[in-house]
């Protein structure tokens, strides 16, 4: 709308982006991601030179013109479960083209939406940091934790990236997440840091931290595990190879 009126514009996407090594996740979080492979020299690839472009594109164009004349789109086909938000919306309007050619072309394509999907890591940042924060809050006796202390931690998980860490669009230098982008990311689920300190010094050893509590809500919300959020636990605080001790937080 400009100035109360509707116009309308001309808008275009982009068909397909390549490049070696993991593609930013605005890319990937928008994108259905094809990986590829070197070849290993099993079977003889057939070069694409312009020949065999011509002849294969015309006839792709031919069946492709023919079937836009009387093909009809179901816009909200069923989607399998294992697709929510952004990746059903990427795998949408594909499930709805391969539907048109009858339930066996759908059932390959509903199967390769679910095993692509799964082989690709473009989750969205924040959720992901979610699920690994709930991973070290499920510790035994862990209901609370510093915001240095929780850092840590995520950099210490084996099978995660927050060592590595390049920024919340992935096109940073890697380096470990720090206590700033912890926050930041953490702040579109209202979560914000606190004052927490020990029972029985309140006042030498406060620091800012975290509660399960604060996460509870959300994880149900973005992220439920087996359904359930994760359980609540005794109030204890969770401190780096040493033993842990209770803690207070400010306002309880």
Request: proline content about 7%; overall charge positive; charged content about 30%.
């Amino acid at each position: 709308m400009i100035d109360g009126e509707p116009k309308r514009f001309s808008t275009f996407s982009p068909i397909a982006i390549a490049a070696i090594g993991n593609l930013p996740l605005p890319l990937t979080q928008r994108s259905i991601v094809i990986r590829m492979q070197r070849a290993d020299g099993a079977r003889n690839l057939r070069r694409l030179d312009d020949v065999n472009a011509t002849v294969d594109l015309d006839l792709a164009y031919r069946h492709v013109f023919l079937w836009a004349r009387t093909a009809k789109l179901n816009p909200d086909p069923a989607m399998p479960v294992e697709l929510t938000n952004r990746a059903a919306d990427n795998w949408r309007p594909l499930l709805s083209v391969a539907a048109t050619f009858g339930p066996d072309w759908e059932a390959k394509a509903r199967e390769a939406a679910i095993y692509l999907q799964h082989e690709c890591s473009d989750e969205d940042i924040g959720v992901m940091l979610l699920v690994d924060i709930r991973r070290i809050f499920n510790a035994p006796h862990v209901s609370r934790v510093s915001s240095a202390d929780l850092v840590g931690r995520l950099t210490d998980l084996d099978d995660t990236d927050w060592r590595e860490f390049r920024g919340r669009n992935g096109d940073e230098q890697p380096r470990p997440l720090s206590q700033i982008q912890l926050a930041t990311l953490l702040r579109p689920f209202g979560i914000r840091s606190k004052s927490v300190w020990y029972l029985e010094r309140p006042r030498r050893r406060s620091q800012k931290g975290y509660t399960r509590d604060q996460f509870r809500p959300i994880w149900a919300r973005y992220c439920p595990e087996n359904g359930k959020p994760a359980q609540s636990s005794n109030v204890k605080y969770l401190r780096r190879r040493k033993p842990a001790q209770n803690w207070h937080t400010k306002g309880e």
